[in-house]
């Protein structure tokens, strides 16, 4: 439990919301009822079932990415092809909204409690990974660095650059009197 405690928030938002996801994924997405009968489809079933799987993998590589680093001896790499770790977890969490999309996109009528849980499970992955990237100097729009009222640096809804004004001008010399005075 240390370990856990131990973990930033957005590492812990990552882990919950891939476990999330995968229990999601087996719970219905896609509901229809008629003449007294119901059928139903999770995550991992038709229709479209291609968005939603690839959602869910790049959940559990997200959340077991971070399980194996904070509980194990296993030593990631410093970055990913030159990226970041924060910028990886920001971009495995924006393709997981993005497949819920698509799949929203390509069948939307008849959707289930499963979807909707599966579409929060996703937003906190990019949420975690937005965290991550931000508390390792990344700036996202709207979300600054490290200080502030809203744990963002600059004005709410700001830059968050921390970079001080630029200085004014020197001020121009007095005019100087006219000659002959």
């Given at each position: 439990m240390d370990k856990f405690n131990a973990m930033s928030i957005g590492e812990k938002v990552i882990v919950v919301a891939g476990a999330l996801l995968l229990i999601a994924s087996f719970l219905p997405w896609y509901r229809v009822s008629a003449f007294g009968f119901t059928a139903s489809a999770?995550?991992?079933?038709?229709?479209?079932?291609?968005?939603?799987?690839?959602?869910?993998?790049?959940?559990?590589?997200?959340?077991?990415?971070?399980?194996?680093?904070?509980?194990?001896?296993v030593q990631?790499?410093?970055?990913?092809?030159?990226?970041?770790?924060?910028?990886?977890?920001?971009?495995?969490?924006?393709?997981?909204?993005?497949?819920?999309?698509?799949?929203?996109?390509?069948e939307n009528s008849n959707l289930s409690y499963g979807f909707y849980v599966g579409l929060l499970a996703t937003l906190g992955l990019a949420a975690g990974g937005a965290l991550m990237y931000r508390d390792e100097g990344g700036i996202l729009p709207g979300m600054g660095g490290s200080s502030g009222p809203l744990g963002g640096g600059g004005s709410p809804g700001g830059t968050g650059g921390s970079a001080p004004p630029p200085a004014p001008p020197p001020a121009s010399p007095p005019p100087s009197a006219p000659p002959g005075q």
């Open positions: 999770h995550g991992w079933e038709a229709p479209n079932a291609i968005w939603s799987i690839l959602a869910v993998f790049v959940g559990l590589a997200m959340a077991g990415a971070v399980v194996l680093k904070t509980f194990t001896d990631l790499p410093a970055d990913i092809g030159g990226q970041s770790w924060g910028r990886v977890y920001l971009g495995g969490g924006v393709l997981a909204v993005l497949l819920v999309v698509i799949k929203f996109i390509a």
